[in-house]
T-cell receptor, first 115, second 109 residues
Framework: IAGITQAPTSQILAAGRRMTLRCTQD?????MYWYRQDLGLGLRLIHY???????GKGEVPDGYSVSRANTDDFPLTLASAVPSQTSVYFC??????????????FGPGTRLTVL | GQNIDQPTEMTATEGAIVQINCTYQTSGFNGLFWYQQHAGEAPTFLSY??LDGLEEKGRFSSFLSRSKGYSYLLLKELQMKDSASYLC??????????WGAGTKLIIKP
């Protein structure tokens, strides 16, 4: 693994189904993030985690949950998917102690369609 | 509320120069980022400004004026591969990134 990986690459899901999007990083970054990206809108933060064992809500957390059991993994769960959750989901990580820029590194994304 | 504005789309010619503007109103400021995103791909980091002035990195430069809530990304000697969306993002007082909707840059031969 090099950087951040996400799985699946894409998924079509029936409304009401439960779905977990996986995210794994091998850079030992403390901070991890989940964003959704919709056409015409900027990236919107769903949930974040500043360090293993802690999570926080972003701008659009409703309908989503996360966990951070260890440094490397940060799964995002949709408990009961709805069509408005159709989007491209990006996972990102950063190391706030690496330097002043706190640059975020992004995974390749998961394209989710809820029917 | 927090707001970041950038043009939706711009067109430029190969070999030319283009300036993409970004204005912001955020709760606090801890730096401004520019990212590049090719269609169907993840955003990748281009630049970071936290102090006023111009930061140059090869063909790309980024400028910041904190008093005006304004930044621009300058791309020189445009190449076809520069066709992408350019995302402006501000790190707010909670150290969360607030993102603009992005500027789609179209390069014509």
């Amino acid at each position: 693994i090099a950087g951040i990986t996400q799985a699946p690459t894409s998924q079509i899901l029936a409304a009401g189904r439960r779905m977990t999007l996986r995210c794994t990083q091998d850079m030992r970054h403390n901070a991890m993030y989940w964003y959704r990206q919709d056409l015409g809108l900027g990236l919107r933060l769903i949930h974040y985690s500043n360090t293993a064992g802690t999570t926080g809500k972003g701008e659009v957390p409703d309908g989503y949950s996360v966990s951070r059991a260890n440094t490397d993994d940060f799964p995002l769960t949709l408990a009961s998917a709805v069509p408005s959750q159709t989007s491209v989901y990006f996972c990102a990580s950063s190391d706030p102690q690496a330097g002043e820029s706190n640059e975020q590194f992004f995974g390749p994304g998961t394209r989710l369609t809820v029917l | 509320g927090q707001n970041i504005d950038q043009p939706t789309e711009m067109t430029a010619t190969e070999g030319a120069i283009v300036q993409i503007n970004c204005t912001y109103q955020t709760s606090g400021f801890n730096g401004l980022f520019w990212y590049q995103q090719h269609a169907g791909e993840a955003p990748t980091f281009l630049s970071y400004n936290v102090l006023d002035g111009l930061e140059e990195k090869g063909r790309f430069s980024s400028f910041l004026s904190r008093s005006k809530g304004y930044s621009y990304l300058l791309l020189k000697e445009l190449q076809m591969k520069d066709s992408a969306s350019y995302l402006c993002a501000v790190l707010d007082s909670n150290y969360q990134l607030i993102w603009g909707a992005g500027t789609k840059l179209i390069i014509k031969p």
